[in-house]
T-cell receptor
Framework: DTAVSQTPKYLVTQMGNDKSIKCEQN?????MYWYKQDSKKFLKIMFS???????INETVPNRFSPKSPDKAHLNLHINSLELGDSAVYFC?????????????FGPGTRLTVT | KQEVTQIPAALSVPEGENLVLNCSFT??????LQWFRQDPGKGLTSLLL?????REQTSGRLNASLDKSSGRSTLYIAASQPGDSATYLC????????????FGAGTTVTVRA
């Protein structure tokens, strides 16, 4: 059983395009996150939603817009893609709003912008 | 600003040897610390979560210690196996209610058969 799933796994696109990455968790968690892992392997949080409400919005370009239709899904839409957006994007979830619980990560989406 | 450092960046050991992975953080006021494993092209798998009030956590061959006052955590893997080859990441949560994990860059481990 997949706990946190993301689609697609790989995404290759050209500069200027708009793309979306989908994330779903079947753990019954209230809080979901998007992280970006750059070429140096550092993971940085981008957004966090708790029960469909945005609770973290780090300094990310407003070309990135998260959407949470329900607490089991958190999608990431990216407009006007740039070369620097190339990275691996991870979705994660945790059980408690305060973040006491462990975070469970999806397999990642490798985005390549050409 | 919390900074998390993992040294060494890479480690290669023969099978059967014990592994010692280090994680240090600059702000000792943490809420908890989590160790993850990342396999190439895969997501992160949570290994151990240590609350700030705990000094260690154990799961099978894995043992993680936490010394908040010195800003350090150590992950021990006993009797390493080739299947333990992966990148190990530590992440700290600053305070209660702060959802943001600060990650280290990881230690890439290779266990030689």
């Amino acid at each position: 059983d997949t706990a946190v799933s993301q689609t697609p796994k790989y995404l290759v696109t050209q500069m200027g395009n708009d793309k979306s990455i989908k994330c779903e968790q079947n753990l019954g968690h209230d809080t979901m996150y998007w992280y970006k892992q750059d070429s140096k392997k550092f993971l940085k949080i981008m957004f966090s939603y708790n029960n469909k409400e945005l609770i973290i919005n780090e300094t990310v370009p407003n070309r990135f817009s998260p959407k949470s239709p329900d607490k089991a899904h958190l999608n990431l839409h990216i407009n006007s893609l740039e070369l620097g957006d190339s990275a691996v994007y991870f979705c994660a979830s945790s059980q408690f709003r305060t973040g006491e619980g462990e975070q469970y990560f999806g397999p990642g989406t490798r985005l390549t912008v050409t | 600003k919390q900074e998390v450092t993992q040294i060494p960046a890479a480690l290669s050991v023969p099978e059967g040897e014990n592994l010692v992975l280090n994680c240090s953080f600059t702000d000792s006021a943490i809420y908890n610390l989590q160790w993850f494993r990342q396999d190439p092209g895969k997501g992160l798998t949570s290994l151990l979560l240590i609350q700030s009030s705990q000094r260690e956590q154990t799961s099978g061959r894995l043992n993680a210690s936490l010394d908040k006052s010195s800003g350090r955590s150590t992950l021990y893997i006993a009797a390493s196996q080739p299947g333990d080859s992966a990148t190990y990441l530590c992440a700290v949560r600053p305070t209660w209610g702060d959802y943001k994990l600060s990650f280290g860059a990881g230690t890439t481990v290779t266990v030689r058969a």
